[in-house]
C-alpha cells in the first residue's frame, strides 16, 4: 500500500519561502508521478506541480511556474515543493498525491483532481501567506 505523508507547512511573510516535504513508503508501481495539489478555503482542488519517477521531468501550471519547484530525494524516498515569492493567493491546505502515469500534464492533473474523492487525499500540510 502506497502511504504519503506531507509536512513542512506554516506561516510565512508575503514574499517568503516555504519547503514542504512529502515522505514515501510502499511505492512498487514502475512508472509513477508524485504530485502536489493545493486547496484553497471554498475552492476546487488545485494541481500545482507533478514529477514523473522515470526521467524526472516536471510540470507546473501558469499560476505557480517559475516559483515552485518540485525535486526528489531518491535516497530517502522524499520529494520537496520548494516555493518562494509566496503570496497571500498561495494560502491553502497542500497535498501529496501518487499518479501512476509516465507523464506530466495540466490535464492529467485536472483529471485527478476530479476523480478523487475528499477521502482518497491525505491530511496534507496546511501552507498560511499573511500580506
Known amino acids: 500500500e502506497v502511504q504519503l505523508m506531507e509536512s513542512g507547512g506554516g506561516l510565512v511573510q508575503a514574499g517568503g519561502s516555504l519547503r514542504l516535504s512529502c515522505e514515501a513508503s510502499?511505492?512498487?508501481?514502475?512508472?509513477?508521478?508524485i504530485t502536489w495539489f493545493r486547496q484553497a478555503p471554498g475552492k476546487e482542488r488545485e494541481g500545482v506541480s507533478c514529477i514523473t519517477n522515470q526521467d524526472g521531468s516536471v510540470y507546473y501550471p501558469d499560476s505557480v511556474r517559475g516559483r515552485f519547484t518540485t525535486t526528489r530525494d531518491n535516497a530517502k524516498d522524499t520529494w520537496y515543493l520548494q516555493m518562494s515569492s509566496l503570496t497571500p493567493e498561495d494560502t491553502a491546505i497542500y497535498y501529496c498525491?501518487?499518479?501512476?502515469?509516465?507523464?506530466?500534464?495540466?490535464?492529467?492533473?485536472?483529471?485527478?483532481?476530479?476523480?478523487?474523492?475528499?477521502?482518497?487525499w491525505g491530511q496534507g500540510t496546511q501552507v498560511t501567506v499573511s500580506a
Open positions: 498525491a501518487m499518479m501512476v502515469t509516465t507523464i506530466c500534464t495540466g490535464e492529467n492533473l485536472d483529471i485527478m483532481a476530479r476523480v478523487r474523492g475528499p477521502g482518497d
Open positions: 510502499g511505492l512498487t508501481y514502475p512508472d509513477y508521478a
